[in-house]
């Protein structure tokens, strides 16, 4: 049976779920970023998934990058999996700008985080919905 890493529960607001994965916000406010989770047990690594997964892990993260490029206006995107410290599988989607306080660096631990308020993240919620459509599923009780 699934279950979210701990450490993700608690660093990352649910905003909802994708086909496959389960979309989070990091509650760090100096960046916007986005955690994809597949919702498949022990998985650590990409290239575990079953090809169909794979490609669908893929589809999801471009769809979020996109969406998130054009309504955040971000100068870059950073996309990564790196599970050094959360070893169950997740794909980091980070939207970048040249004025934010890791630039050009990579923001792992460069800044302590600032949390999200509650209300900033159903607005973002919301925005996501409302492009997403019906790929995105919200859970009402995950906020």
Same mark, same amino acid.
């Not at 701990?6 to 990352?12: A, E, M």
């Not at 410290?85 to 040249?98: C, E, F, G, L, P």
């Not at 607005?123 to 996501?128: H, I, P, S, V």
């Given at each position: 049976?699934?279950?979210?890493?701990?450490?993700?529960?608690?660093?990352?607001?649910?905003? &909802?779920?994708?086909?496959?994965?389960?979309?989070?916000?990091?509650?760090? *406010?100096?960046?916007?970023?986005?955690?994809?989770?597949?919702?498949?047990?022990?998985?650590?690594?990409?290239?575990?998934?079953?090809?169909?997964?794979?490609?669908?892990?893929?589809?999801?993260?471009?769809?979020?990058?996109?969406?998130?490029?054009?309504?955040?206006?971000?100068?870059?995107?950073?996309?990564?999996?790196? &599970?050094?410290?959360?070893?169950?599988?997740?794909?980091?989607?980070?939207?970048?700008?040249?004025?934010?306080?890791?630039?050009? &660096?990579?923001?792992?631990?460069?800044?302590?985080?600032?949390?999200?308020?509650?209300?900033?993240?159903?607005?973002?919620?919301?925005?996501?919905?409302?492009?997403?459509?019906?790929?995105?599923?919200? *859970?009402?009780?995950?906020?």
């Amino acid at each position: 049976m699934f279950a979210l890493d701990s450490r993700l529960k608690q660093d990352t607001w649910l905003i &909802g779920e994708l086909p496959l994965c389960s979309l989070l916000l990091s509650n760090d *406010s100096n960046y916007p970023w986005f955690i994809l989770v597949p919702r498949r047990e022990g998985i650590s690594e990409l290239f575990q998934l079953d090809d169909d997964d794979q490609q669908l892990m893929w589809r999801e993260t471009t769809a979020v990058a996109r969406v998130l490029m054009e309504l955040l206006c971000a100068d870059k995107m950073n996309v990564a999996t790196l &599970g050094n410290v959360v070893k169950q599988m997740h794909m980091h989607v980070i939207a970048r700008y040249t004025t934010d306080p890791a630039w050009p &660096g990579p923001v792992w631990g460069k800044h302590p985080a600032k949390p999200y308020t509650r209300d900033a993240v159903l607005g973002l919620r919301d925005k996501l919905k409302a492009i997403m459509g019906d790929v995105l599923t919200i *859970s009402e009780g995950a906020l």
